[in-house]
């Protein structure tokens, strides 16, 4: 079994749709949690950096964990075509240390 | 601006040849990372450094090389022992402090000739 597992898509919306992005994981020691978007040729760009349990709100994007399930996800509010990217989840953090551990990446498409 | 810079944006390798990437920082961040990054997989880790004159082994670490001699400056060399090098080489950077996220650069592509 992964560490993390991250549905590689493709996902395809239609533009102004609510997204939602999620990972799994196995290891409960994991405290800190993100999310990163990345354009195609281009290196992972930070999106949403969460530790612990919650909800945290910038902008157009909501970042949500569940350690109880081992659960995060990402929703993008109103999405635009420019969203058009791959998104990976990333934990780090527990017996970890500050190694990061990254998902595969889901393919988003939103259609104008 | 802060940021990381690679260097260069696409490199090709003959059969027998070593290849050295480039990364810079100028974030002032003691660690930095080499992933590679392949379809279909999540980020592997290559190799990691925490700090200047120090470096460790990551996953796949096989048949790649590093030098940390500056803090600014972590190059990866790709050796001839690496058989299947073919890939998009991505490096990054944090401070260890406080386990602050990463941060990367725009990425090598690397093909063989």
């Known amino acids: 079994q992964k560490e993390v597992e991250q549905d590689p898509g493709p996902l395809s919306v239609p533009e102004g749709a609510i997204v939602s992005l999620n990972c799994t994981y196995s290891n409960s020691a994991f405290q800190y949690f993100m999310w990163y978007r990345q354009y195609s040729r281009k290196g992972p760009e930070l999106l949403m950096y969460t530790y612990s349990s919650g909800n945290k709100e910038d902008g157009r994007f909501t970042a949500q964990v569940d350690k109880s399930s081992k659960y995060i996800s990402l929703f993008i509010r109103d999405s635009q075509p420019s969203d058009s990217a791959t998104y990976l989840c990333?934990?780090?953090?527990?017996?970890?240390?500050?190694?990061?551990?990254f998902g595969a990446g889901t393919r988003l498409f939103v259609k104008a | 601006d802060g940021g990381i810079t690679q260097s260069p944006k696409y490199l090709f390798r003959k059969e027998g040849q070593n290849v050295t990437l480039s990364c810079e920082q100028n974030?002032?961040?003691?660690?930095m990372y080499w992933y590679r990054q392949d379809p279909g997989q999540g980020l592997r880790l290559i190799y990691y450094?925490?700090?200047?004159?120090?470096?460790q082994k990551g996953d796949i670490a096989e048949g790649y090389s590093v030098s940390r001699e500056k803090k600014e400056s972590f190059p990866l060399t790709v050796t001839s022992a690496q058989k299947n090098p073919t890939a998009f080489y991505l490096c990054?950077?944090?401070?260890?402090?406080?386990?602050?996220?990463?941060?990367f650069g725009d990425g090598t592509r690397l093909s063989i000739l």
């Open positions: 450094s925490q700090i200047v004159n120090d470096f």
């Open positions: 974030l002032n961040h003691d660690a």
């Open positions: 990333a934990m780090s953090g527990g017996t970890g240390g500050f190694k990061t551990i």
């Open positions: 990054a950077s944090s401070n260890t402090a406080s386990n602050q996220p990463q941060h």
